[in-house]
């Protein structure tokens, strides 16, 4: 007995110095021959804060619409992608003056809805960008009365098409939403222009605009639902976009925005001028390169 003890004493030994032996040759560079346990790599962050491309789609804030002259698309003063040094776009920012003009596309369309999204976005995906930009809503409340405006169910229902139209082209680009303005803060700083207001009965936002002067009641509870409608729909923005991991929202910072006289359009009075573009360039350019989405 004792002697098989020893033995078995004998292998065990030699099987724990073979053991030692080989850890402590794992990693050679190590000092006195001690193993060295290297770092595991970091995860690659889900959201990048410098895409190399863009698009935007939406509607005529997008398109600059009245900041240069009357009733006119004025691109160059895009927020998105605009060129004019003085609004200092969000493409200019992201990619350089070369950059944005190589490699920044602008879809948007004066006077579409959240329906026409998925069009635009299907178009945008053809480009392949890393980053596209959402700014769509305000012509869903902006309609002929305030029964005329778009559901809520229906506008969060082609907000998600607009979404799943994008994923199935390019799964990994990354989207940035903006929130819809509010239309009764614009209302409330342009009808002291008389042009504007002159401008407003061509047909620019009737159901918050209409009657731009009266104070009655009637007036009042309008204007209240088509600011409690785009309300609803910015907070549809936020709840879709956060099922998506690579959608940030802005966190209602447009909406909260107190667009002044030097923000908008000098022909409308409701438009941001190139001012106000700059502004809503800045929001989206520091949502954006933010670490963390805002909440």
């Not at 053991?19 to 000092?31: R, Y």
């Not at 004066?110 to 392949?128: K, S, V």
């Not at 902006?142 to 005329?148: D, H, I, K, L, T």
Request: charged share 25%; proline share 5%; net charge positive.
């Amino acid at each position: 007995m004792r002697n098989r003890s020893h033995r078995w004493r004998a292998v065990l030994a030699a099987a724990a110095a073979a053991a030692l032996l080989g850890t402590a040759s794992c990693d050679s560079s190590a000092p006195g021959g001690t193993a060295k346990l290297r770092p595991s790599a970091k995860p690659t962050p889900v959201w990048d804060r410098s895409p190399d491309s863009m698009a935007a789609v939406g509607d005529s804030i997008t398109r600059g619409f009245d900041a240069c002259s009357v009733l006119s698309d004025c691109p160059e003063v895009s927020w998105a992608t605009g060129s004019d040094p003085r609004v200092d776009s969000l493409a200019v920012r992201l990619l350089g003056t070369t950059g944005a003009a190589e490699r920044s596309w602008n879809y948007a369309v004066t006077g579409a809805r959240m329906a026409d999204l998925p069009g635009q976005m299907a178009e945008a995906a053809t480009r392949g960008p890393e980053l596209v930009t959402v700014m769509a809503g305000a012509n869903d409340a902006c309609r002929s009365s305030a029964s005329a405006m778009t559901s809520v169910a229906d506008f969060r229902a082609e907000f998600q098409e607009a979404l799943d139209t994008l994923r199935r082209a390019l799964p990994k680009t990354q989207v940035y939403v903006s929130s819809v303005p509010d239309l009764r803060r614009l209302w409330s700083e342009g009808r002291g222009s008389a042009l504007g207001k002159q401008v407003w009965k061509l047909g620019i936002c009737p159901s918050m605009l209409g009657d731009a002067d009266s104070l009655n009641a009637a007036a009042t509870l309008r204007r209240g639902q088509v600011r409690d409608r785009v309300k609803a729909y910015n907070q549809v923005l936020r709840e879709v976009c956060a099922k998506d991991r690579r959608c940030r929202f802005d966190g209602n910072a447009v909406f909260d925005y107190r667009f002044g006289a030097d923000q908008l359009s000098h022909w409308d009075w409701f438009h941001p001028s190139r001012d106000g573009q700059a502004r809503l360039a800045e929001i989206a350019y520091r949502t954006v390169t933010a670490r963390e989405p805002v909440t």
